[in-house]
């Protein structure tokens, strides 16, 4: 499979993705708030994955700017139609991209935001190395994802097996402590990592790193 292949999946799947329910709700707001505490008025901030569009509609008014990127055309489409509906979101941009297609500029962002979004890069290396170089001098990259080295035996041998029958997208397999590895090598420094879930063993921790 490829990135295309991958686009392919999110849009075949994209308005079932947007009926669906957030499994833990409380955890999600928990995230949220989380975040608004780290953002400032007069940020720029990506969002990479944003998928349909939720997140980024619920922190828009906390900052100057908000691009919200995701590599499927539906799921932007149907970003676009929420953000109609919600209104009075002028500072809020929905664009389909990947972080290999957004170029440095001089206004850089200051916050970069990746939840649920690491685990389906195919380079986790360079995925971390182009968020550095997007972010302003000692900006924040944000980023909450599944760890499945972490996860069950069970579902590290599913996974591949509905990737091969198309019933899954890539799923990269790195436990936490690995990712923490990777951001750090990346040129950041973990200021907090922090688990906001309110059942169970998510084994997605929320993570806050500074770029040096």
Not at 119 to 142: E, K, M, N, W, Y
């Amino acid at each position: 499979m490829s990135i295309a292949d991958d686009a392919r999946f999110w849009n075949r799947t994209a308005r079932k993705y947007a009926r669906g329910k957030i499994a833990d709700e409380a955890g999600y707001e928990r995230t949220l708030k989380r975040t608004r505490t780290l953002l400032r008025g007069n940020d720029r901030v990506l969002e990479l994955g944003c998928g349909t569009g939720t997140t980024a509609i619920r922190l828009a008014d906390s900052v100057k700017d908000y691009l919200a990127t995701d590599i499927s055309t539906d799921m932007i489409a149907i970003a676009e139609e929420r953000k109609h509906t919600a209104g009075s979101l002028a500072n809020l941009v929905f664009s389909t991209a990947t972080v290999e297609t957004l170029v440095p500029g001089p206004a850089q962002f200051n916050v970069v935001l990746g939840f649920n979004y690491l685990h389906l890069v195919r380079d986790l290396p360079g995925t971390v190395q182009r968020i550095h170089s997007l972010l302003a001098p000692r900006g924040l990259f944000i980023t909450k994802t599944p760890c499945v080295g972490d996860m069950s035996s069970l579902i590290r041998l599913v996974l591949p097996a509905m990737r091969a029958i198309g019933k899954a997208p890539y799923a990269g397999v790195f436990s936490a402590v690995e990712l923490g590895r990777h951001i750090n090598a990346g040129g950041f420094d973990i200021l907090a990592t922090e688990i906001h879930a309110t059942k169970g063993n998510d084994h997605r921790p929320y993570i806050v790193a500074r770029k040096r």
